[in-house]
């Protein structure tokens, strides 16, 4: 086989593979011999037909099989013995290749490929980045405690409705029921269920008791959409249940319940955890945008040659609904997406991060605990927590998800590490106030985050490692025969 390559300035690169009838013929000869022994011929036993006949019904296909065989592996070997470093795939050049199963002789494969694009970062001279960092007012820690104290409080089921904050079950129609929690409806509505015993009836306006539309959809139990504009909801409504909620005491006792890791003593140390219970809630959301910030910066920031035409090629040959026009409209997130995808993997690279087995089942491990086992932990529970644990690390679909995140997240932490950051400080509702103003704020090209190209969680008891799949290369359409050589996605 004779190869042909020449390195020239520039992202694009040619190589080509002349193959001659030595260098297949004889994978070719044991190909044929292969299919005799199995092959099915009228009037000859298994293995018996003539080469000659098997040759003339089987030799076109596997002609096409061997030589798409033998070019992929020339061109991975030809990628890997060159230590090449390139993005996409290699794609053909039609017009350079020569390539007649009809007439096989010597066949000549042509292909362009873009070699991986130089990607410098300073992050000196990258603009100033704002990040969000949550604060807890004492309304949110108040409403917080508020509601650890009903999870933690005294429930009980009276036979008389004692306030506005009970819930009662209810009995309607002919074979109709639904649950109300008062503070679902109106003040003047609520009021006239306080009172009542269990059997009594209430007569109302539906639409007019509920407070919000959303809350009378659920009880009706229908979709929002479904509810009839011209439609009352007139009922009568016979109390079947009722339950009342005591609030727990802010004492000792609450504080085991409520903090089981022992850390809360006294309502100033309540304060504190509530407040880390809060940031946590809003840590996902916060990271998120950031991140979204981070990539939009970064790809206005940091320059990253892409070849555009091969790009457009390559785009039109995977994606098989695109059509010209289509990308042309499309070609910019298209290739913002693939300028962040070569930035990350940068930052991958100089940062050697890694998501090992041990990461993914430490996640897990947590969240289980506190998921599953948080007021009843103790040390006595571990066995079965390992068993959990062991049982997730089997569902590969699920530890790849939790790779990602992880992954996401170390990505994440990096860069708050490495770029310029202003800290803008507020508690929810100034966390929504800035995400509604950057909403408001028109982007010049917004970036949807492309999946990276991160290292696989393969077997779930083993640490992840990077792994890059040799490219497949595609066989050039040939004159009279299908092209059978797969694309390998990367």
Request: proline share 5%; charged share 35%.
């Amino acid at each position: 086989m004779n190869i042909k390559h020449e390195n020239v300035p520039g992202l694009m690169q040619e190589v080509i593979f002349e193959i001659t009838k030595e260098d297949y013929a004889a994978n070719l000869e044991a190909a044929l011999k292969k299919q005799r022994r199995s092959a099915v011929v009228p009037g000859f036993r298994a293995g018996n037909a003539p080469m000659g006949m098997i040759k003339k019904m089987y030799e076109p296909t596997l002609l096409v099989q061997e030589v798409d065989k033998l070019v992929n592996e020339s061109m991975a070997n030809f990628i890997k013995d060159n230590n090449i470093q390139y993005i996409l795939e290699p794609l053909p050049v039609e017009e350079k290749s020569k390539v007649d199963f009809q007439n096989p002789d010597t066949f000549v494969f042509a292909y362009e490929y873009a070699l991986k694009p130089e990607i410098e970062v300073d992050y000196s001279k990258l603009p100033v980045l704002k990040d969000f960092r949550y604060v807890a007012s004492e309304e949110e820690i108040s409403r917080q405690v508020d509601q650890l104290r009903e999870r933690y409080g005294n429930y009980t089921t009276p036979e008389v409705v004692e306030s506005d904050k009970d819930n009662v079950s209810v009995k309607y129609g002919e074979d109709k029921s639904g649950y109300i929690f008062l503070k679902d409806l109106t003040e003047k509505a609520a009021k006239q269920f306080v009172g009542k015993k269990i059997k009594d009836v209430v007569s109302v306006k539906l639409r007019d008791a509920f407070a919000t539309e959303a809350a009378l959809a659920r009880f009706l139990r229908v979709d929002e959409k479904e509810l009839e504009d011209s439609n009352d909801y007139v009922a009568d409504l016979t109390i079947d249940y009722i339950g009342h909620l005591d609030k727990a005491e802010i004492n000792e006792d609450f504080f085991k319940k409520a903090f089981p890791d022992g850390d809360v003593k006294d309502e100033k140390t309540m304060e504190e955890a509530v407040s880390k219970m809060l940031a946590q809630q809003y840590e996902t959301p916060i990271n998120q945008k950031f991140m979204n910030d981070a990539i939009e910066m970064l790809i206005d920031n940091v320059p990253v040659e892409m070849p555009d035409d091969f790009t457009k090629r390559y785009i039109m040959l995977v994606q098989k609904d695109m059509t010209a026009e289509k990308l042309d409209q499309e070609y910019p997130q298209y290739k913002r997406a693939f300028q962040w995808q070569l930035i990350e993997n940068k930052l991958f690279e100089e940062n050697k991060i890694s998501v090992t087995a041990d990461d993914i089942r430490a996640y897990f491990r947590k969240y289980f605990i506190e998921n599953y086992f948080g007021a009843i932990y103790s040390k006595e529970m571990e066995p079965r927590i390992d068993e959990m644990v062991n049982e997730a690390m089997k569902n590969q679909e699920t530890v790849k998800q939790v790779y990602d995140m992880l992954f996401d997240l170390k990505i994440t932490n990096q860069l708050r590490d490495k770029l310029n950051i202003e800290i803008v400080e507020g508690d929810g509702q100034a966390f929504m106030n800035y995400i509604t103003k950057a909403e408001e704020t028109p982007a010049s090209a917004p970036t949807k985050k492309p999946r990276a190209k991160k290292a696989a969680a393969k077997k779930a008891e083993e640490p992840a490692e990077e792994e890059v799949p040799a490219p497949k290369a595609k066989t050039p359409k040939a004159k009279t025969t299908k092209k059978t050589t797969t694309k390998t996605e990367k």
